[in-house]
């Protein structure tokens, strides 16, 4: 689906769909919206700058008098000019009756509140009951509609609790009657306009192809690189976003109280941190696998852990970094166990590919864990055929790193010569490097052999009951 629609967006225009006959509503559909506060407004002002018949749906009136004036409910760069010049052209009306609404447009978008509910987790009584007033209308409606949420919501929300509301009260079926799509927004306070008609990105999580296809055609005049993803994707990629923002200013904010205890300047600090567009701001880091290692991150958080607590700054973020560390290499053992297996091998032991460093490699721990409880364990490491195990930088390692030295001791017995070795050894192959050779390894086991993946060896995850990966 997503290629073809991007190839759909990159071929199509509004003309040639309407020289292929295709119905307008194709090329300017008309769009209702539930909930006229901030993301609503927003949408509805701007939608309706790109052309198209905006219907807003809300229950307070003092919102639906502003927006039928031309006014904003709201306080937001440029979106009163937008909305007066929408009205202006007949392109926007507010309105209660949520029926003809839904009634007159091809489809309506859901941006009701979501507040925070008593027991911390997500309050969705206003997407229930805009659920139900979708499902009424579209009872009375015989032409195909597009359901699309814009509120935030925990993954499974849109497929759970919206459709089984629709469908029931309605009597239409997804994927024949309606479509569903889950469209994240990412519209900053005071700048939501601007970053509407310039998105950081656009992401759509479709039912099907139809109805990615009919909300990409909306996006194809602000952005023509849609992504498209599943719908619990597109669900968890609104929380991912916020969750990081506020790790960013948490990081920043513990940063700064420390360097203004001892005496430096925190923005001079971080205007050269982000410059760094190659590791500080980019993807690197930024795929769940296994546990951080090696020469520098432990020893810099330990360090920065240490500046803290010695000049009295609470730090909590940095603090929790070497926990939630471990957590990650508990979290391996724990599906190792799982898997009732008693001889575990190991694809890789240095902290990442392509390098024979050993200093505080989370494999190592791992081992030992599962040494401590009796396993049997082996490993192959192509970093390692030639390493001296007896050399003075071994010993030193083993001095300097007291809680591995046990496993680092029993390397040399441990390592195999090559991955037929570790086969004939194994009942599990613990995937620590991501790797041409390993993928090999892994595609080419014993099928009674089962695969603990670390690294996320492949872009799709394995179908197939023996393989598990750690956060995948």
């Not at 506020?246 to 410059?275: P, W, Y």
Request: charge should be negative.
């Amino acid at each position: 689906m997503n290629a073809y629609v991007s190839n759909y967006l990159r071929a199509k225009s509004a003309t040639t769909l309407q020289q292929q006959g295709l119905p307008l509503s194709t090329v300017y559909p008309s769009i209702s919206v539930f909930g006229l506060g901030y993301v609503g407004a927003v949408s509805m002002a701007c939608f309706a700058k790109l052309g198209y018949e905006m219907i807003g749906v809300d229950i307070d009136d003092q919102k639906i008098d502003a927006i039928s004036n031309g006014t904003s409910p709201i306080v937001e760069a440029q979106l009163g000019e937008l909305l007066s010049s929408g009205v202006a052209y007949g392109r926007i009306t507010a309105t209660k009756d949520f029926v003809t609404a839904v009634r007159d447009t091809d489809i309506t978008m859901i941006s009701v509140g979501t507040p925070t509910a008593e027991d911390g987790g997500c309050d969705t009584r206003y997407i229930s009951a805009a659920a139900r007033n979708i499902g009424e209308a579209l009872r009375l409606k015989d032409t195909y509609h597009l359901i699309v949420m814009r509120c935030s919501v925990p993954p499974g929300t849109t497929l759970d609790l919206v459709v089984p509301e629709v469908e029931k009260i309605s009597g239409k079926k997804l994927g024949e009657d309606f479509g569903l799509c889950y469209n994240p927004e990412f519209l900053r306070e005071g700048t939501a306009v601007a970053d509407f008609f310039d998105p950081p990105k656009t992401v759509i999580g479709a039912s099907d192809e139809r109805a990615a296809q009919t909300l990409a055609n909306l996006y194809g005049r602000v952005d023509d690189n849609v992504l498209f993803t599943s719908i619990g994707a597109a669900e968890m990629v609104k929380y991912a976003d916020n969750t990081w923002h506020a790790v960013k200013v948490t990081f920043a904010n513990e940063i700064g109280r420390l360097c203004k205890s001892i005496d430096v300047d925190s923005h001079e600090v971080m205007n050269v941190f982000v410059q760094d567009q190659k590791l500080n701001l980019s993807p690197y880091y930024l795929k769940p696998g296994f546990a951080f290692g090696g020469s520098c991150l432990p020893k810099e958080v330990r360090a920065m852990q240490y500046l803290s607590d010695i000049n009295g700054i609470d730090a909590p973020l940095v603090q929790s970094l070497t926990n939630s560390n471990r957590a990650q290499v508990q979290e391996a053992f724990d599906i190792i166990e799982s898997l009732g297996v008693e001889r575990v091998g190991f694809l890789g032991v240095t902290f990442k590919a392509d390098t024979d460093d050993l200093r505080e490699s989370p494999v190592l721990d791992l081992m030992a864990m599962l040494l401590e409880k009796g396993y049997e364990v082996s490993a192959y490491d192509p970093n390692l055929i030639d390493h001296n195990f007896s050399s003075a930088a071994f010993d030193y390692i083993c001095r300097t790193y007291p809680a591995i030295a046990p496993v680092l001791k029993k390397l040399p017995e441990i390592m195999c010569e090559d991955i037929e070795a570790l086969r004939s050894r194994s009942d599990s192959l613990v995937v620590t490097h991501n790797t041409a050779q390993f993928r090999r390894a892994v595609t080419l086991r014993d099928e009674t052999t089962s695969v603990v993946d670390l690294v996320r060896l492949f872009p799709e995850p394995l179908e197939d009951q023996s393989y598990h990966g750690i956060a995948w």
